[in-house]
Nanobody, 118 residues
Framework: QVQLVEAGGGFVQSGGSLRLSCSASGNLLAINTMGWYRQAPGNQRELVADITRGGSTVYADSVKGRFTVTRDNAKNTVYLQMNSLKPEDTAVYYC????????????WGQGTQVTVSS
């Protein structure tokens, strides 16, 4: 089993910054990508950014140039630095960890609320 603990959400004004963190523990031998998804009310959960063990990243078009995902493999922790936040970034942000052994298995954090006021 894998446990994920998120931290860093909150309330910020438009143009502000927040940093999210997610620490993973448990059986992580097959850990592959770590990343962040978000879900706003009435919307589907969507990928924000993820990062492989080797440091390759993928970003949603809507956050490119504003958000940065990083990872500390020694600590099994992934971070999301969010700058120039916009009201449309308001959502619950979920940490995701994918393990790949025989098949891919996703684990999710409990979610942390990010609210950006205009």
């Amino acid at each position: 089993q894998v446990q994920l603990v998120e931290a860093g959400g909150g309330f910020v004004q438009s143009g502000g910054s927040l940093r999210l963190s997610c620490s993973a523990s448990g059986n992580l031998l097959a850990i592959n990508t770590m990343g962040w998804y978000r879900q706003a009310p009435g919307n589907q959960r969507e990928l924000v950014a993820d990062i492989t063990r080797g440091g390759s990243t993928v970003y949603a078009d809507s956050v490119k140039g504003r958000f940065t995902v990083t990872r500390d493999n020694a600590k099994n922790t992934v971070y999301l630095q969010m700058n120039s936040l916009k009201p449309e970034d308001t959502a619950v942000y979920y940490c995701n960890v994918r393990l790949i052994h025989i098949k891919a298995v996703d684990y999710w954090g409990q979610g942390t609320q990010v609210t950006v006021s205009s």
